[in-house]
Structures are given as C-alpha cells and as structure tokens.
C-alpha cells in the first residue's frame, strides 16, 4: 500500500492516523517507515522462497510520493499548485535498503523434491532436465509509488530484435508529473544495480495518480507501468471501463508478466516485462 495525494485531504486524519488503522487490517504489511525520511510509509516486502532456505527471490519496495509541494491558502483552504515529489532523504534510504539484499545463485531452483512436496512435482512434470547457467545477483524488484516522475514519461527504449519501441497500452490523461526533482531516476534506480556487472535491481515501477492511462514504458531498462483507473470514486470518460493491473509473477522471481483487468473481467494488453518470452535485457 503507498499513499496517493488525496490522502492527506481527509480532514483530521493524518497519514500516520491512516497507517495505524492499516496496520491492524488483516494481511496488512504496511510500515510506516524510518521517522528521518520524507514522508510517511516508506518500507521494503521482501519476497521468500517457501522452503527451509527462505531465500529472497523477489523485492517489493514501496515510497510515500506525498501531495503537494507547494500550495495557497486562503478563506476556502488549501489550495494546491505543485504536486509533491520523492526526495533525497528517499534516495539515500533505497540505496541503503538496495545495499541490503542478497545475492544467490539465479535462476533459483529448490534443493529437492522433499522441499515442495507434490507441488515441486506438479511444477516439473514433463519438463526436460538442462543445465543452466547461473549466477549471484540480486533478485528482481518491483517499485510502488503514487505520483509519477518526470523520467516516466521519456523515449522508450527499443527492443533489438524487433526493433519495436517498448510500450504499450494508452495514456488519457496529463501527465501530472510534479514541476520538482531531486533526482530520484539518476541517483536512486540507475544506481541500484543487481550486482557489481551492473543490471538494473528495479524492473518495474508502478504508478497511480493518472485516472486512466494503462500504458507501460520501458526507459533506460526499468518499465513504468499505470494502474488505469479502478476506482468508481475518481474521476472516469465514457466508454472506457474501470480496470486494474495485476503483475504475475512466476518461476521463483525470474518473470513477470502484466495485464489489465476490465470491470467486465477482460484481459487486455498481456505482456512479459521481465523473464522467459519478454524483451531483450537492457544493457547499459
């Protein structure tokens, strides 16, 4: 769970007063995070293996991308003029929490059949025995936060075998992207790399704050992907469904697929961002 702007505009209830109440929902994993970084909720989900090894194969890291930067008051209230944006306090809380993960040997594969029982069985069934090569590197990791930064929007990269740009899906709304920028792209997710070869540790960023757009981009390696607007509350166009994207993820942390789910229960825009049957790795 990450904070939208909105949040902060009801009434008396903070954004601590809301993560108390979150905290004590069922299946809740919210944190409010380190009291010295920007914001409120800022925290890290790492991803375990379901053997005894307990091996990190996936991380989730969620920020807090506030409100508003700056605003006027007057006799009717707050008036908002730019949106907020992640700040350094934030850089340097990712890089060291980056600097945390482990490495292990990927692609990662479970010691024994014993470890999963009939599930490990089930999974190979019909499947041919090969060697693979492996290495230490980081797990992948996916990025939530609400507000998008201005790198969301820059030249898709291009996929070398198709020579096709590396998008999908629609934007329909402004780009709403804060006027300020501390540089979180460049210091922070260009900097977070899988091991000392390089590679980027962040694989997906996702976003919400645009009520519509479902597109997803992929720039300088890292995709950025928006929800597509799945709540009734909000702000909608005719004829085009309420939806959400789901990422699936699979083969023990190594691909992660993407779609969209309608109202009406249709799959749109399936792709593999990451992994077996995705686009060539970037490298760079």
């Not at 807090?64 to 809380?93: C, H, K, N, V």
């Amino acid at each position: 769970m990450v904070f939208g702007n909105h949040d902060s505009e009801d009434g008396d209830l903070t954004r601590l007063g809301q993560l108390r109440i979150l905290r004590d929902m069922p299946y809740s994993l919210v944190e409010a995070g380190p009291p010295d970084v920007h914001g409120k909720g800022n925290y890290v989900v790492p991803i375990r293996s379901p053997d005894p090894s307990r091996t990190q194969l996936l991380t989730l890291y969620f920020l807090d991308s506030g409100a508003y930067s700056e605003g006027m008051w007057d006799w009717f209230g707050f008036t908002p003029t730019e949106y907020d944006y992640l700040r350094q306090s934030q850089i340097d809380w990712f890089l060291h929490e980056s600097s945390l993960v482990p490495m292990y040997e990927r692609p990662w594969k479970p010691d024994t059949g014993k470890d999963l029982g009939d599930a490990w069985k089930r999974a190979n069934q019909g499947k041919k025995r090969q060697t693979t090569q492996r290495s230490l590197v980081k797990p992948n990791a996916l990025m939530f936060y609400h507000i998008p930064i201005q790198e969301t929007y820059s030249t898709p990269d291009i996929d070398p075998l198709s020579n096709k740009k590396l998008e999908i899906g629609e934007q329909l709304d402004d780009k709403g992207t804060p006027k300020k920028n501390d540089g979180f792209f460049e210091k922070g997710l260009l900097k977070a790399v899988e091991n000392e070869l390089g590679g980027r540790e962040v694989k997906i960023v996702a976003n919400g704050h645009n009520h519509l757009t479902n597109s997803c981009r992929r720039v300088l390696g890292i995709w950025f992907c928006f929800n597509g607007g799945s709540s009734y509350s909000g702000y909608g166009k005719a004829g085009v469904d309420r939806r959400f994207r789901v990422f699936n993820v699979t083969d023990w942390g190594e691909t992660i697929t993407t779609y969209g789910r309608t109202e009406h229960g249709e799959i749109i825009d399936q792709i593999v961002l990451v992994g077996h049957g995705g686009p060539t790795p970037y490298e760079g």
